[in-house]
């Protein structure tokens, strides 16, 4: 008798699950951006990183192109007829 898997109503009603044979699975998992490992340097770099953002301590893009004294040109309205 093969395997049997229950899977909750939940997960299935909600569009949460995602069923893959394993070959696609692995497959996607090669495509994906890999998962290297952090040096020390870049634990502290990172680490410190969220505590700034937990202060609050950073600026949004529009504040940094304030900064900068530059804007990104926005799309324009398209104009119904």
Do not use: N, Q
């Not at 949460?16 to 996607?28: G, N, T």
């Amino acid at each position: 008798m093969p395997p049997l898997l229950t899977i909750p109503k939940k997960l299935a009603k909600r569009g949460e699950l995602v069923i893959l044979p394993k070959k696609e699975y692995e497959d996607l998992l090669k495509r994906a951006v890999p998962l290297g490992r952090l040096t020390v340097a870049e634990k502290k770099d990172l680490e410190k990183a969220r505590k700034e953002m937990a202060r609050g301590d950073y600026y949004t893009l529009e504040e940094l192109e304030h900064e900068l004294g530059t804007t990104r040109p926005r799309p324009s309205k398209k104009r119904t007829r």
